[in-house]
């Protein structure tokens, strides 16, 4: 398993790992990142960018797939391996910041 994951998606993975459900579709998936980002928004293509390569490197996998208004939605839920991958890359950019900026600041002051 490839260990450099683009940002977009490590956001994916945190998608995924925020919903209960057995799977979400790049839509869905596209507004939770704006939600855990407070914000930052990206297109669907590369959301689904995102999701073919977590799903080539075994992070994510299809769970699903309908057709809704004549297009095929696709679902993708987070393999086992993906939750690891995840946790494992959040503790190590967690430590990273915090050996170049600190220890956090708490929320709504200066630490």
């Not at 797939?65 to 967690?94: H, L, N, P, S, W």
Request: aromatic residues 8%; glycine residues 12%.
């Amino acid at each position: 398993m490839n260990d450099r994951v683009s940002r977009l998606g490590l956001l994916v993975l945190g998608a995924l790992a925020a919903s209960p459900e057995d799977g979400r579709h790049g839509y869905w998936i596209a507004e939770k990142v704006v939600e855990l980002t407070a914000g930052d928004s990206y297109s669907l293509s590369a959301i689904y960018d995102a999701l073919r390569a977590l799903e080539k490197a075994g992070l994510v996998e299809r769970s699903g797939e309908e057709i809704v208004k004549g297009r095929a939605r696709i679902y993708f839920k987070i393999t086992g391996a993906g939750q690891m991958f995840g946790r494992e890359q959040a503790t190590r950019d967690r430590q990273i910041a915090e050996r170049a900026w600190g220890p956090p600041i708490p929320q709504g002051g200066v630490a």
